[in-house]
């Protein structure tokens, strides 16, 4: 037994035991009722307690004199009741989530034809049932009252009973259309990545009939370093496949593939594979980040190292020497873990992945030419299934704003695009347009871009329509609609660019056909209805013939019989030609070392761009950010080091200059373990003005900070210097909200120690007893135990496998109707998610001191040294179920109980506020519902409980609580229930896996494993007895609280 | 034989219509109602029309076509005869390979006839006679009246008529208490200015200054204003107690007269057939219209209102407009119940909550649907886990203590209702 005398940490003010934090510390609850005594000197504006008392009498009268009125429910069933539909049970469709090249194939759970939750689909060789936040939160999006319900024409809404009446609308475009195209001048389609075929062929089917018309294809999120790196090296501007679940190592150099870096779901799956263990595996990968703002990736990593932006190109040249390829003449910094990293890669050659986020496409050059020179094309990286995520073009777009601006353009449709916000010459792009004589929009709200144009024609949104998807080559999906389209007045932009290139077809039977004409063998109606039905396309590739026309397909010559055995290929690629000495002198002139604090931006894990609809979900600002756990907001991220040189504390409003130039943007300062020395980063997606309510003014927009560097996009935005405004802002952070005060919570090991003792790293307390000497906790309890003869729910979390992506956050959200509180609620500590990801950081480097010794100048260095580079550890946390609850015992009221199942259950209507339970949890999982959070205007970013659209994503299973009630997870009880009932009325058991909670089957790692701990055969009995029994531990095990959630010690590879 | 038959069938019904026509042709130039050809006696058309209100009706109308055909003119097209061996036994009649009778059934998509042996000859006779007299009224079509919420938009007119009458109540008063004050303020004034030849005790009661805190701490105001305020909550409450489900004994006057009685009683429709979701998940379902229209697209006429309460059925199944029940059974929102737990997995017959529905007239609330009623139940009722797999190893542990009690088995725990 090695007891864990490492300290965990969850942010700085812990460490430094700062006055408020301790404060807090001691204080579940903020504030109490703001009622005085009378007499009280205290001088507040707080009523005092016969106002009070006045009011409550009043209210009292007020309620009963408004219920005399005595009440009568109406029941109205259907005229016609849908074959499929019956009220009280949901009805799942397959479809596709794609928005802006992202991809998941997703199951939807829609109750009385309202889609009401997401779910990954597991049939899906690529997300393979894996979800993201942004997936989860897209529902609420569908029930955006900011949304169009009309057609605009400069400015005004037209009103219409049925989309045919847009018909003189349409003339009047085609007409204008026709115009530009005869004008000499070019129309241009504007769009984010499309994964769509089907649509991509009305797009051609626009140009045929306008041939002045281009379209111009950018991503946000740009890969334009990778594409021009394969386009030089590989003779195609394509993103290969990458496998990291096949990769021993790993070697990132500030690519955040687990959170916004190409297709982060398929790769958290593939990465989390490499990370479990059991004892069948004792091995896992290796994973190395070089980056200078702490990614979630790199939180993951076992070895971090923070450098600079400028000296990136470097360290990879470092890598290239390291590994002993051949010299490149850079002034390559020598670094231990570059020293280490190649060594490891060199042990596993073929199995082993280098990747880069940079979007140099020198720096992609190198990296492909490390990955060459390792063997790994054909092992980790495939070629010949490419994936078509990113398409875009960051020159296609910078020469349409330049020739926008020098007037050759005379027509622009933006197709799910909002360049006047996300692109770094948005301001210049929306004085361009004014030249522009027909500017056409799709998107589906009045943002930044559609109000300078002259026509919006909102688009359906992704639940409402039907399209396809390819998101790898010869993969294909199709999107379903669940829910018929909500504004009568809104058309699907391939059908209004079909009416406007003459074709009358709807984008349904445009789509069929071209289905159609593709899939020849067999049955076509067959193959159709079954692939609408598993929401993805699962027979033979060699049936779908290339769509004429459909130049990305085309151009990738044919497609093999086995991409749908998985969804990457091995063996037989091509590799990358690389021309060293060129990128040897591109590198040299790029990269130079220099002395001043410069700027990174990046996107966060939960908003990614935010330029779209996800800007203005309150579910995706509310959700913490995994690393720094902020809400609501954007800030400049700074190291401990800086802020003490500079003397800026956290919260502190900077005025940001960048290269010299002042850029306005004035943001808070939120101090960053893990930040790379003399580095900033600043988050971009935030500081919108026409997203709608929850998205306007939130943070400050970076995206004008973007450099434009030689045709392409540079998030690396130079150097900044920044001076104290005199404001201060308070960043809403939920870290540090419930801290649970340096107990053993974390139990963890490396991978050395692991292999040795499957235990290591495991804290196991020993209580003493008088007349029996030492005994486990779980051996002396004062209490009789409960029997649970037909189930015993448990959860096992596995904490090498969780990411920290906050995918389950949103998910349990929109399951069990958790209300949105807002900024100013959650800076007052009263944030409402039932799971909770705690990140902590921990560092060799540190003291047993704390106090004021952080205080004292060795203090502040100490506190400096173990901020630098800090190792980070995720532990989702929620309700533990224990079967020895302390909650229960307290409660007054006996509104929290626990079944006979092993469920800590909590009866809302019981509850009378007294807030004892949350008191007594060790775990703090309890939230108190401190406002009516429905139906008040005072919360208004609420939009699911608040407005009349909104509530149509509640799930009508889960109650809604009122205001002075305790709430917490509940295992989604509803499930457990709904899964017990359908095995009841099969007359049978329930199978494993059939019942899973939200956030389970959310997680894009099967990090959180739910069964039934009576079932011997079911993977939790498994996991948590056969395979991992050392590695689970209960989380404070000397309480004897005896949860139902076993968490798997996190093993480092270090 | 077959042949001679139909000769003489023909020439019978022949001579019938013949009769009828004569008998008929002149009655056309009377301002009285044709008498039939039985005869227009009245006692016999009464007789008549009681016999096939209380037989014929549930299948027949005069001039429509329910599930029976219309029968106007049924005198006209068979003869008496056949007529009351088809009332006796349309079956045997249809077996004889009678070809009108086997035409007949084929056409209403064979539906048997009920056999009704226990009518006489002259019972019949007098039915047909109904018919006669009946068929030569013009048929009424008069404005059908609306779909829904007729019984609720009378109620709610009176309500505001009432309430004009309360106000008007009030203002008066209000003007009966000004005009009282202003006497007693004159009075006494005029008393003052004599105060010298009062009595002692006059003077004190003159001079007697109204004190609002006094009349306020009064005994009697106290009472009055706690008698108000204790009626006002104890209306809440009773109020309230709706909304928790103890309403007992509900039986609210539903926009369409339908009846169970009827349906579920009389022609034994089995409860499943309209609430479809019994036995598949949460809500039993209010039938949609067209499980409605599935009969009363042909049934178009009801024993008790006639054609008036069908036709809001079929009205509304034709404008596309649902009909706003009133719903009866409330259970509250924080309660969550399944009907398919309870009737499919459980075995619960509808009746053991809802009570003998096959009789009412209008449904009303049977159980109380309180919490303490719920817990009773799960407290006697035993697991029905004969044949389901599920509940073996659970039946299995606990057959040495007896029948396996729902409480037994997590019924009386709070998250199997409340979440």
Same mark, same amino acid.
């Given at each position: 037994?090695?007891d864990?005398?490492?300290?965990?940490?969850?942010?700085?003010?812990?460490?430094?035991n700062?006055?408020?934090?301790?404060?807090h510390a001691?204080?579940?609850f903020p504030e109490?009722l703001?009622?005085k005594?009378?007499?009280?000197?205290?001088?507040?504006?707080?009523?005092?307690?016969?106002?009070?008392?006045?009011l409550?009498?009043?209210?009292?009268?007020?309620?009963?004199?408004?219920?005399?009125?005595?009440?009568?429910?109406?029941?109205?069933?259907?005229?016609?009741k849908?074959?499929?539909?019956?009220?009280?049970?949901?009805?799942?469709?397959?479809?596709?989530?794609q928005?802006?090249?992202?991809?998941?194939?997703?199951?939807?759970?829609?109750?009385?034809?309202?889609?009401?939750?997401?779910e990954?689909n597991k049939?899906?060789?690529?997300?393979?049932g894996?979800t993201?936040?942004?997936?989860?939160?897209?529902?609420?999006?569908?029930?955006?009252?900011e949304?169009?319900e009309?057609f605009v024409?400069n400015?005004?809404?037209?009103k219409?009973?049925?989309?045919?009446?847009?018909?003189?609308?349409?003339?009047?475009?085609?007409?204008?259309l026709?115009a530009?195209?005869?004008?000499?001048?070019?129309?241009?389609?504007?769009?984010?990545?499309?994964?769509?075929p089907?649509?991509?062929?009305?797009?051609e089917?626009?140009?045929?009939?306008?041939?002045?018309t281009?379209?111009?294809?950018?991503?946000?999120?740009?890969?334009e370093?990778?594409?021009?790196?394969?386009?030089?090296?590989?003779g195609?501007?394509?993103?290969?496949?990458?496998?990291?679940?096949?990769a021993d190592v790993?070697?990132?150099?500030?690519?955040d593939?687990?959170?916004t870096?190409?297709?982060?779901?398929?790769?958290?799956k593939?990465?989390?594979?490499?990370?479990?263990?059991s004892?069948?595996?004792k091995?896992?990968?290796?994973?190395?980040?070089?980056?200078?703002?702490?990614s979630?990736?790199?939180?993951?990593?076992?070895t971090?190292?923070p450098?600079?932006?400028?000296?990136?190109?470097?360290?990879v040249?470092a890598?290239?020497?390291?590994?002993?390829?051949g010299?490149?003449?850079?002034?390559?910094?020598?670094?231990?873990?570059i020293?280490?990293?190649?060594?490891?890669?060199l042990?596993a050659?073929?199995?082993?992945?280098?990747v880069?986020?940079s979007?140099?496409?020198?720096v992609?050059?190198?990296v492909?030419k490390i @990955?060459s020179?390792?063997?790994?094309?054909g092992?980790?990286?495939?070629?010949?299934?490419?994936?078509?995520?990113?398409?875009?073009?960051?020159?296609?777009i910078?020469?349409?704003?330049?020739?926008?601006?020098s007037?050759?353009?005379g027509?622009v449709i933006f197709?799910g695009?909002?360049p006047?916000?996300?692109h770094?010459?948005?301001?210049?792009?929306?004085?361009?347009?004014?030249?522009?004589?027909?500017?056409?929009s799709? %998107?589906d709200?009045?943002?930044e871009?559609?109000s300078?144009?002259?026509?919006?024609?909102?688009?359906?949104?992704?639940?409402?329509?039907? %399209?396809?998807?390819?998101?790898?080559?010869?993969?294909f999906?199709?999107t379903q609609?669940?829910?018929?389209p909500?504004?009568?007045?809104n058309?699907?932009a391939?059908?209004?660019?079909?009416?406007?290139?003459?074709n009358k077809?709807?984008?349904y039977t445009?789509l069929?056909?071209?289905?159609?004409?593709?899939?020849?063998?067999?049955?076509f109606?067959?193959l159709?209805?079954?692939?609408?039905?598993?929401g993805?396309?699962?027979?033979?590739?060699s049936?779908?013939?290339?769509?004429p026309?459909?130049?990305e397909?085309?151009?990738y010559?044919?497609?093999s019989?086995t991409?749908s055995?998985?969804?990457?290929?091995?063996g037989?690629?091509s590799?990358?030609n690389?021309?060293?000495s060129?990128v040897?002198d591109?590198?040299?002139?790029?990269y130079?070392t220099?002395?001043?604090?410069?700027?990174?931006l990046?996107?966060?894990?939960?908003?990614?761009?935010?330029s779209?609809?996800?800007?203005? %979900?309150?579910?995706?600002?509310?959700?913490?950010d995994?690393?720094?756990?902020a809400?609501?907001?954007?800030?400049?991220a700074?190291?401990?080091?800086?802020?003490n040189?500079?003397d800026?504390?956290?919260?502190?409003?900077?005025?940001?200059?960048v290269?010299? !130039?002042?850029?306005?943007?004035?943001?808070p300062?939120?101090?960053?373990?893990?930040?790379?020395?003399?580095?900033?980063?600043?988050?971009?997606?935030?500081?919108?003005?026409?997203?709608?309510?929850?998205?306007?003014?939130?943070?400050?927009?970076a995206?004008?900070?973007?450099?434009?560097?030689g045709?392409?996009l540079?998030?690396?935005?130079?150097?900044?210097?920044?001076?104290k405004?005199g404001?201060e802002?308070?960043?809403?952070q939920?870290?540090?909200h419930?801290?649970?005060?340096?107990?053993?919570?974390?139990q963890?090991?490396s991978?050395?120690?692991?292999?040795?003792?499957?235990?290591a790293?495991?804290y196991?307390p020993?209580?003493?007893?008088?007349?029996?000497?030492e005994?486990?906790?779980?051996?002396?309890?004062?209490?009789?135990e409960?029997?649970?003869?037909?189930?015993?729910?448990g959860?096992?979390?596995?904490?090498?496998?969780?990411?920290g992506?906050?995918a389950?956050?949103?998910?349990?959200?929109?399951?069990?109707?958790?209300p949105?509180?807002?900024r100013?609620?959650?800076?007052?500590?009263?944030?409402?998610?039932?799971?909770r990801?705690?990140?902590?950081?921990?560092?060799d480097?540190e =003291?047993?001191?704390t106090?004021e010794?952080f205080?004292?100048?060795?203090?502040?260095?100490?506190?400096?040294?173990?901020?630098e580079n800090?190792?980070?550890?995720?532990?989702?946390m929620?309700?533990?179920q224990?079967?020895?609850?302390p909650?229960?015992?307290?409660?007054?009221?006996?509104? =929290?109980t626990?079944?006979?199942e092993g469920?800590n259950?909590m009866?809302?209507?019981?509850?009378?506020?007294?807030r004892?339970c949350?008191n007594?949890?060790?775990?703090?999982?309890?939230?108190?519902?401190?406002f009516k959070?429905f139906?008040n205007?005072e919360?208004?970013?609420?939009?699911?409980?608040?407005?009349?659209l909104?509530?149509m994503?509640l799930?009508?299973?889960?109650?809604?609580?009122?205001r002075?009630?305790m709430?917490?997870c509940?295992?989604c009880?509803?499930?457990i229930?709904e899964?017990?009932?359908?095995?009841k009325m099969?007359?049978?058991?329930p199978?494993?896996g059939?019942i899973?909670?939200?956030?389970?089957?959310?997680?894009?790692?099967?990090?959180i494993?739910?069964?039934?701990r009576?079932d011997?055969e079911?993977?939790?009995?498994?996991?948590?007895?056969?395979?991992?029994?050392?590695?689970?531990?209960?989380?404070?095990?000397?309480l004897?609280?005896?949860p139902?959630i076993?968490?798997?010690?996190?093993?480092r590879?270090? | 034989?077959?042949?001679t038959?139909?000769? @003489?069938?023909?020439a019978?019904?022949?001579?019938l219509?013949?009769l009828?026509?004569?008998?008929?042709l002149?009655?056309n130039?009377?301002? !009285?109602?044709?008498a039939?050809?039985?005869?227009?006696?009245?006692?016999?058309?009464?007789?008549?029309?009681?016999?096939?209100?209380?037989?014929?009706?549930?299948?027949h109308?005069?001039?429509d076509?329910?599930v029976?055909?219309?029968?106007k003119?049924?005198n006209?097209?068979r003869?008496?005869?056949?007529i009351?061996?088809?009332?006796?036994?349309?079956?045997?009649?249809?077996?004889?390979?009678?070809?009108?009778?086997?035409?007949?059934y084929?056409?209403?998509?064979?539906t048997?006839?009920k056999?009704?042996?226990?009518l006489s000859?002259?019972?019949i006779?007098?039915?047909?006679?109904?018919?006669?007299?009946?068929?030569?009224?013009?048929?009424?079509v008069g404005?059908?009246?609306?779909?829904d919420?007729?019984?609720?938009?009378?109620?709610?007119?009176?309500?505001?008529y009432?309430?004009i009458?309360?106000?008007?109540?009030?203002?008066?008063?209000?003007?009966?208490?000004?005009?009282?004050?202003?006497?007693?303020?004159?009075?006494?004034?005029?008393l003052k /200015?004599?105060?010298?030849?009062?009595?002692?005790?006059d003077?004190?009661?003159?001079?007697?200054k109204? /004190?609002?805190?006094?009349?306020?701490?009064?005994?009697?105001?106290?009472?009055?204003?706690?008698i108000?305020?204790?009626?006002?909550?104890?209306r809440?409450?009773? %109020?309230?107690?709706?909304?928790?489900g103890?309403d007992?004994?509900?039986?609210?006057i539903?926009?369409?007269?339908?009846?169970?009685?009827l349906h579920?009683?009389?022609?034994?429709?089995?409860?499943?057939?309209?609430?479809?979701?019994?036995?598949?998940?949460k809500?039993?379902?209010?039938?949609?219209?067209?499980?409605?229209?599935n009969?009363?697209?042909q049934i178009?006429s009801?024993?008790?209102?006639?054609q008036d309460g069908?036709?809001?059925?079929?009205?509304?199944?034709?404008?596309?407009?649902?009909?706003?029940w009133v719903?009866?059974?409330?259970?509250?929102?924080l309660?969550y119940?399944?009907?398919a737990?309870?009737?499919?997995v459980?075995?619960i017959?509808?009746?053991t909550?809802?009570?003998?529905?096959?009789?009412?007239?209008?449904v009303?609330q049977?159980?109380?649907?309180?919490?303490?009623?719920?817990?009773?139940?799960h407290?006697?009722?035993?697991?029905?886990g004969?044949?389901n797999?599920?509940?073996?190893k659970?039946?299995?542990?606990?057959?040495?203590?007896?029948?396996l009690?729902v409480?037994e088995?997590?019924g009386?725990?709070?998250?199997?209702?409340?979440?």
């Amino acid at each position: 037994m090695k007891d864990n005398n490492k300290k965990y940490w969850k942010g700085i003010e812990e460490l430094s035991n700062d006055p408020e934090f301790l404060k807090h510390a001691h204080n579940e609850f903020p504030e109490f009722l703001s009622v005085k005594e009378k007499g009280s000197s205290e001088a507040s504006d707080a009523p005092d307690r016969r106002d009070f008392l006045k009011l409550l009498g009043f209210s009292v009268a007020a309620v009963s004199l408004a219920a005399c009125e005595a009440p009568v429910k109406k029941v109205i069933p259907y005229v016609n009741k849908p074959v499929d539909v019956d009220p009280g049970i949901a009805n799942w469709y397959a479809s596709t989530y794609q928005e802006g090249g992202e991809y998941c194939s997703i199951l939807v759970k829609t109750r009385e034809g309202r889609p009401i939750k997401i779910e990954g689909n597991k049939l899906s060789p690529i997300t393979m049932g894996g979800t993201s936040a942004r997936v989860q939160a897209s529902v609420l999006s569908l029930y955006d009252t900011e949304r169009l319900e009309f057609f605009v024409e400069n400015g005004k809404q037209i009103k219409v009973k049925s989309i045919a009446e847009y018909a003189p609308l349409d003339r009047k475009i085609i007409d204008k259309l026709a115009a530009a195209q005869a004008s000499g001048k070019s129309i241009r389609i504007v769009s984010q990545t499309i994964l769509s075929p089907t649509t991509k062929k009305a797009i051609e089917e626009f140009k045929a009939k306008y041939p002045a018309t281009e379209h111009v294809m950018y991503d946000v999120l740009s890969a334009e370093g990778i594409l021009k790196a394969n386009e030089i090296s590989l003779g195609q501007r394509i993103i290969p496949s990458y496998n990291f679940g096949a990769a021993d190592v790993i070697v990132s150099f500030g690519a955040d593939f687990l959170g916004t870096w190409i297709s982060p779901i398929e790769y958290a799956k593939q990465y989390s594979k490499t990370r479990k263990l059991s004892a069948h595996k004792k091995t896992m990968s290796k994973h190395y980040q070089i980056e200078s703002n702490l990614s979630l990736t790199g939180c993951n990593a076992d070895t971090r190292l923070p450098i600079k932006p400028s000296e990136e190109g470097l360290y990879v040249a470092a890598l290239y020497n390291a590994l002993g390829f051949g010299g490149l003449s850079t002034k390559a910094p020598n670094h231990e873990v570059i020293k280490k990293a190649a060594t490891d890669l060199l042990k596993a050659k073929g199995k082993s992945l280098v990747v880069s986020g940079s979007n140099d496409p020198y720096v992609q050059l190198l990296v492909n030419k490390i @990955n060459s020179e390792l063997g790994n094309y054909g092992k980790t990286i495939d070629v010949s299934t490419p994936s078509f995520q990113k398409q875009g073009s960051d020159e296609a777009i910078l020469k349409f704003i330049e020739d926008a601006k020098s007037g050759q353009v005379g027509a622009v449709i933006f197709y799910g695009a909002n360049p006047v916000y996300d692109h770094p010459k948005g301001e210049e792009l929306k004085e361009a347009l004014k030249k522009i004589s027909l500017k056409i929009s799709f %998107n589906d709200r009045m943002d930044e871009t559609s109000s300078e144009v002259d026509y919006v024609c909102p688009d359906l949104h992704f639940l409402e329509s039907w %399209n396809d998807a390819e998101p790898k080559k010869g993969f294909f999906s199709l999107t379903q609609p669940t829910i018929t389209p909500i504004f009568k007045g809104n058309r699907a932009a391939q059908e209004s660019l079909l009416i406007w290139s003459g074709n009358k077809t709807d984008y349904y039977t445009y789509l069929e056909n071209n289905w159609k004409s593709r899939l020849t063998g067999g049955n076509f109606q067959e193959l159709w209805d079954k692939t609408l039905h598993d929401g993805l396309y699962s027979g033979k590739t060699s049936e779908l013939h290339v769509t004429p026309g459909h130049s990305e397909t085309e151009a990738y010559a044919a497609i093999s019989d086995t991409a749908s055995v998985g969804a990457f290929h091995t063996g037989g690629s091509s590799t990358p030609n690389v021309n060293l000495s060129e990128v040897e002198d591109n590198i040299n002139r790029t990269y130079k070392t220099n002395s001043g604090i410069e700027l990174s931006l990046y996107y966060k894990v939960g908003l990614g761009s935010g330029s779209l609809s996800a800007g203005n %979900n309150p579910w995706l600002h509310e959700l913490p950010d995994p690393v720094s756990k902020a809400t609501w907001d954007n800030y400049l991220a700074i190291p401990k080091k800086m802020a003490n040189e500079m003397d800026i504390a956290q919260g502190d409003v900077v005025a940001l200059t960048v290269d010299g !130039k002042n850029t306005g943007i004035e943001v808070p300062v939120l101090i960053q373990p893990g930040q790379a020395n003399n580095t900033a980063s600043l988050a971009l997606g935030y500081g919108r003005t026409k997203a709608g309510k929850c998205g306007n003014e939130v943070g400050k927009n970076a995206y004008p900070l973007i450099k434009v560097k030689g045709g392409r996009l540079d998030l690396n935005a130079g150097v900044v210097t920044f001076a104290k405004t005199g404001d201060e802002r308070k960043i809403a952070q939920t870290q540090t909200h419930h801290t649970v005060m340096a107990r053993p919570i974390i139990q963890d090991a490396s991978l050395a120690e692991y292999q040795k003792d499957a235990g290591a790293g495991r804290y196991k307390p020993m209580i003493h007893t008088n007349l029996y000497g030492e005994k486990k906790p779980t051996e002396i309890t004062t209490w009789y135990e409960h029997e649970k003869p037909n189930h015993l729910w448990g959860m096992s979390i596995d904490l090498n496998s969780c990411i920290g992506c906050g995918a389950c956050v949103v998910a349990c959200q929109s399951e069990n109707n958790v209300p949105v509180v807002g900024r100013k609620e959650v800076l007052n500590r009263r944030e409402m998610h039932w799971i909770r990801i705690d990140r902590y950081y921990s560092s060799d480097a540190e =003291t047993d001191k704390t106090g004021e010794y952080f205080e004292s100048e060795s203090g502040v260095k100490d506190l400096e040294i173990a901020a630098e580079n800090p190792t980070v550890t995720f532990q989702p946390m929620l309700c533990q179920q224990c079967n020895h609850a302390p909650c229960e015992s307290v409660c007054p009221v006996a509104a =929290t109980t626990h079944s006979s199942e092993g469920l800590n259950q909590m009866t809302y209507n019981r509850c009378i506020g007294t807030r004892y339970c949350a008191n007594n949890c060790p775990y703090k999982v309890r939230r108190f519902n401190w406002f009516k959070y429905f139906e008040n205007e005072e919360f208004d970013k609420n939009v699911s409980m608040n407005n009349f659209l909104g509530r149509m994503v509640l799930n009508p299973d889960v109650t809604v609580r009122s205001r002075g009630v305790m709430e917490k997870c509940s295992f989604c009880v509803q499930r457990i229930q709904e899964g017990k009932l359908k095995a009841k009325m099969e007359k049978r058991r329930p199978i494993d896996g059939e019942i899973v909670t939200a956030c389970a089957s959310a997680c894009p790692t099967d990090a959180i494993i739910f069964g039934d701990r009576n079932d011997t055969e079911s993977r939790l009995h498994k996991d948590n007895v056969v395979e991992n029994a050392e590695r689970s531990y209960a989380v404070l095990e000397e309480l004897n609280v005896q949860p139902n959630i076993l968490y798997l010690t996190k093993i480092r590879n270090s | 034989m077959s042949l001679t038959n139909t000769i @003489n069938r023909s020439a019978i019904t022949l001579l019938l219509l013949f009769l009828s026509l004569f008998v008929s042709l002149p009655s056309n130039g009377e301002d !009285k109602p044709a008498a039939g050809a039985a005869g227009a006696d009245p006692a016999k058309v009464a007789e008549g029309a009681k016999l096939f209100e209380a037989n014929c009706k549930a299948c027949h109308a005069v001039h429509d076509v329910v599930v029976g055909p219309a029968l106007k003119d049924v005198n006209k097209r068979r003869p008496i005869g056949w007529i009351v061996n088809f009332v006796h036994n349309s079956q045997k009649v249809i077996a004889s390979g009678d070809p009108y009778a086997v035409e007949l059934y084929n056409k209403f998509g064979k539906t048997e006839m009920k056999s009704f042996p226990e009518l006489s000859e002259d019972q019949i006779k007098s039915i047909v006679a109904y018919i006669v007299d009946e068929g030569g009224k013009k048929v009424d079509v008069g404005p059908k009246p609306p779909v829904d919420g007729q019984p609720q938009s009378e109620a709610k007119d009176e309500g505001g008529y009432s309430g004009i009458i309360l106000i008007l109540i009030i203002i008066v008063l209000v003007l009966v208490l000004v005009m009282l004050v202003v006497f007693l303020s004159v009075l006494k004034r005029y008393l003052k /200015d004599k105060e010298e030849k009062l009595a002692e005790s006059d003077r004190e009661i003159v001079n007697q200054k109204f /004190d609002v805190l006094k009349v306020i701490k009064s005994k009697g105001f106290l009472s009055i204003v706690g008698i108000i305020f204790v009626s006002l909550a104890l209306r809440a409450c009773w %109020n309230n107690m709706f909304y928790v489900g103890v309403d007992q004994g509900y039986a609210p006057i539903q926009p369409i007269p339908f009846s169970h009685k009827l349906h579920a009683g009389q022609y034994k429709i089995d409860c499943n057939y309209c609430h479809t979701g019994v036995t598949k998940g949460k809500q039993a379902n209010i039938p949609s219209l067209n499980i409605c229209m599935n009969c009363h697209s042909q049934i178009k006429s009801g024993p008790r209102f006639g054609q008036d309460g069908i036709a809001k059925v079929i009205d509304a199944y034709n404008s596309n407009k649902p009909v706003k029940w009133v719903r009866v059974h409330n259970l509250p929102d924080l309660a969550y119940f399944n009907h398919a737990q309870h009737v499919k997995v459980g075995g619960i017959e509808c009746k053991t909550c809802h009570g003998q529905i096959d009789t009412m007239e209008v449904v009303r609330q049977h159980s109380p649907l309180t919490m303490g009623w719920c817990i009773n139940c799960h407290r006697e009722t035993a697991v029905n886990g004969k044949d389901n797999a599920y509940y073996d190893k659970l039946l299995e542990l606990h057959s040495k203590k007896g029948p396996l009690k729902v409480a037994e088995n997590g019924g009386l725990e709070c998250a199997k209702c409340h979440y």
